[in-house]
């Protein structure tokens, strides 16, 4: 293993997170040894939480929003023409 692997494993070890800790987000953030997070020592790092902490996912997004009755919506197709809009 790299020496950034071996670290951030090192790290990551010594934190002894739980999944019922409600600040582990916060605790893995201020845990982060390299400096900036950026190029491969984050790469690494991020790849040793995946293996470390399994459980420790990123959050889901939120589904799509969808529109409104009464919206625009209702009067345009899925090309982008008006429907109750006689053609010029």
Known sequence: MSEWRNHAHAVLVDLKLSKDDPDWRRKLREAYPFGERAMLPYKVWLDEIR???PWA???PKMPPLRPK???IDEHVDRTGVFLDR???
């Open 51 to 53: 293996r470390v902490y």
């Open 57 to 59: 996912k990123r959050k």
């Open 69 to 71: 009755e009464g919206t």
């Open 86 to 88: 006689p053609p010029c």
